[in-house]
């Protein structure tokens, strides 16, 4: 620490780049998903364990076989939503949690289904985006750009039935949920959920994606506060005064 002009400055002389054996705590320099990258991928990994389905597991296991070490790191968006490192498991994660309290309180689901549509739904959004390893996302790629991970997800689910042999209805069912899980052709789906299964999907992404990001606005407004206008919200958030005895 030196001085110049009568005020603190920070002189650095040498840095390099940190390795593993250094553990350095990432959520002190990046934002972070509450939990690790090992603790989301055993919780997928038990729920694919758990289905019924050996066609489902065997998708839903290429797929991730086919998504690679990206998971580990990647986001699931630029800015908005779960925007932090290992933010895709993270929001996987999180409707799954969801999907398990919906499949209860309505038992006539595909419950198998449902979870599979949940791992599978942004798996793309890992060849949609340009992040690098601490899950800052400085672009998105051409094939993002002309395409998107809805389209990309339906012809790599193709390709991850195909690697494993699976055909049929299940396989068409899957894709329809990943295409159709914008809901709508503004949030750039070119067909509404057809099945409930689908239908939940969709409901589920949107619910833990607006969580999320008010999860943020409420930890940075002060309570009784306003936030500013939330352009993805189209609205300012209020942050209430959950005390009883609050003015």
Not at 213 to 241: C, N, Q, T
């Amino acid at each position: 620490m030196h001085e110049y002009n009568g005020r603190k400055q920070l002189r650095i002389e040498k840095m390099r780049l940190a390795v593993d054996s250094d553990g350095v705590d990432l959520s002190l320099l990046v934002p972070c998903a509450p939990e690790t990258p090992d603790a989301y991928r055993a919780r997928i990994e038990y729920t694919i364990e758990c289905f019924q389905s050996e066609d489902l597991k065997k998708i839903v296991r290429e797929m991730l076989r086919l998504a690679g070490d990206k998971l580990e790191w990647f986001p699931a968006a630029q800015r908005l939503h779960h925007a932090e490192r290992t933010g895709l498991l993270h929001h996987t994660c999180s409707m799954l949690n969801t999907a398990e309290h919906i499949i209860q309180a309505y038992p006539f689901l595909h419950g198998d289904l449902l979870r599979a549509g949940v791992i599978l739904h942004d798996l793309s959004k890992i060849t949609e985006m340009k992040s690098d390893e601490l899950g800052n996302v400085t672009d998105y790629t051409r094939e993002g750009l002309l395409l998107g991970h809805l389209v990309m997800g339906v012809a790599k689910l193709h390709e991850a039935a195909q690697n494993v042999g699976v055909t049929g209805e299940i396989v068409v069912l899957l894709e329809h949920m990943i295409i159709s899980h914008h809901g709508i052709p503004e949030y750039g789906s070119p067909k509404p959920p057809m099945f409930p299964e689908a239908e939940v999907l969709n409901w589920i992404d949107t619910l833990d994606a607006r969580m999320n990001e008010m999860e943020g606005i409420m930890a940075r407004v002060p309570a009784g506060a306003f936030s500013e206008k939330i352009w993805s919200l189209d609205r300012r958030m209020y942050h209430p005064h959950y005390e009883d005895d609050a003015e």
